[in-house]
């Protein structure tokens, strides 16, 4: 009788397991599509993403457009319950619109669920652009041997969909030529012949497969050749404004420029930074070392576009507007970049300072928190104490040390580390100065606060 009892309860239990068990056997799985609508064009490459549930566990997930010839199943390992599903799919060269994408599941008991997408078709609205900015003038060396100066164009172009040609013309030298262009990038390159000095306008225009077009206007200036002091393949350089007085920087006067790279390796003569240019009309000087009495690089006076080593002789680049900006520069073929920086700031959280031979005390910080005079962009004014004799050293934390600011010891490159290098110095100045961290290019600079 008690054997019975116990075998009776053990079937009971079961029953009432199974039976919850089955409660969900023939539901239906859950199907979400991140989209319902995908908006695209021929030859494009689309995500399709989402996720799926099931009691059961998921066999499989289908894919298909059967317009287009398109079909992808997916089979997610060990059968889970709940499953993100990412797929790219290439949209056909020839596909027509409107289509309808359908996504369905099914679980490991045969159960299904379907969802629909629909496929439309995006107009193209954006027209190509440059790889490079192509300067309002660009100068051209006549050679007096030869009676001719050439230009060697080089320009790289994009579209987002489709380029189908280039035009060049140049009315003054009847130079005319329309080149057809195939695919999303390519890269004009032509050899143009001037027979005189002179300045002589350039039209551009860049056309894509729905006739966006892109139109550039450009000076070439033909001159007799300027004299260039010599130079060198410099380890670095460094962009310094001009406007500003070298004696009142104790640190961070000499911008640092990288040597710039193109897939991974280095372009000799090449040299890049993020740089904040405080005011409109901020004007450049570039220098391989921290001082401005050997050479130095700027603009010809003649020929805006064109780069320059002659000391007394350059003139200063110009950016236009304030703001932030991408610098590149090549010493070796004449020419520079200024393209505006739209870049996230690195921190937006209250910022401390501290360091070394500050009057709130050696790796003390002060009472008051940096003052944030942009976004990412910080300044305090604080005092050097009289008569420091080691080096200044500083850094920049959020409280807690939840986040902490450093710099290498020469103060080239800042990055955000617990521990690490601080930029050092030694002055024989002492007094107020106003210290700025700016998160957004990454650099520092300390300065008097006369």
């Not at 006739?211 to 200036?221: G, K, S």
């Not at 240019?277 to 009495?293: H, V």
Request: proline share 5%; charged share 20%.
């Amino acid at each position: 009788m008690k054997l019975k009892s116990l075998s009776t309860l053990a079937i009971t239990s079961l029953l009432i397991v199974t039976a919850a068990c089955d409660d969900h056997d023939k539901d239906a799985p859950g199907l979400y599509t991140e989209l319902e609508e995908i908006a695209t064009y021929p030859g494009d490459a689309v995500w399709v993403e989402g996720q799926v549930s099931t009691y059961t566990g998921i066999s499989r997930i289908d894919i298909s457009c059967d317009a287009w010839g398109v079909s992808k199943t997916i089979i997610p390992k060990g059968e889970p319950t709940v499953f993100n599903y990412s797929w790219q799919m290439s949209v056909p060269t020839d596909a027509t619109f409107p289509q309808v994408l359908l996504v369905k599941v099914t679980d490991t008991h045969g159960n299904t669920s379907e969802r629909s997408v629909d496929l439309t078709f995006a107009p193209d609205v954006t027209a190509p652009w440059t790889v490079t900015e192509l300067p309002a003038q660009v100068s051209v060396d006549f050679e007096p041997d030869l009676a001719k100066g050439v230009w060697e164009l080089s320009l790289g172009v994009e579209d987002d969909r489709a380029l189908t040609s280039a035009v060049i013309s140049i009315p003054d030298i009847a130079y005319n030529e329309t080149i057809e262009l195939t695919g999303k990038a390519s890269t004009i390159t032509r050899s143009i012949d001037f027979t005189s000095a002179g300045t002589f306008p350039a039209h551009l225009a860049f056309t894509d497969a729905s006739d966006n077009c892109l139109a550039l206007d450009v000076d070439v200036v033909v001159m007799l050749a300027e004299e260039e002091d010599p130079i060198d393949l410099y380890d670095q350089m460094y962009a310094v404004i001009a406007t500003e007085n070298e004696s009142d920087y104790l640190n961070g006067y000499y911008h640092f420029m990288d040597p710039s790279y193109s897939d991974g390796e280095p372009v000799n003569y090449t040299y890049i930074c993020k740089l904040y240019a405080p005011t409109d009309g901020t004007q450049l000087y570039f220098t391989p070392t921290k001082s401005l009495d050997g050479d130095l690089f700027g603009a010809s006076p003649f020929v805006s576009s064109k780069l320059l080593n002659k000391n007394g002789y350059v003139v200063p680049v110009v950016i236009e507007k304030a703001g932030y900006y991408y610098v590149w520069i090549d010493i070796a073929n004449h020419c520079y970049s200024i393209a505006p920086l739209e870049a996230e700031p690195g921190v937006t959280e209250q910022l401390l300072l501290s360091g070394t031979g500050f009057v709130f005390g050696d790796w003390g910080a002060p009472l008051d928190y940096m003052t944030q005079v942009a976004p990412g962009r910080y300044e305090m004014t604080t005092e050097i104490v009289s008569g420091y004799s080691g080096d200044i050293q500083y850094y920049f934390y959020t409280d807690g040390w939840a986040r902490v600011f450093r710099a290498d010891a020469a103060g080239q490159w800042w990055f955000e580390s617990a521990t690490g290098a601080c930029c050092a110095f030694r002055t024989d100045y002492s007094g107020k100065v106003l210290v700025t961290f700016d998160s957004t290019e990454w650099w520092a600079t300390i300065r008097k606060a006369n």
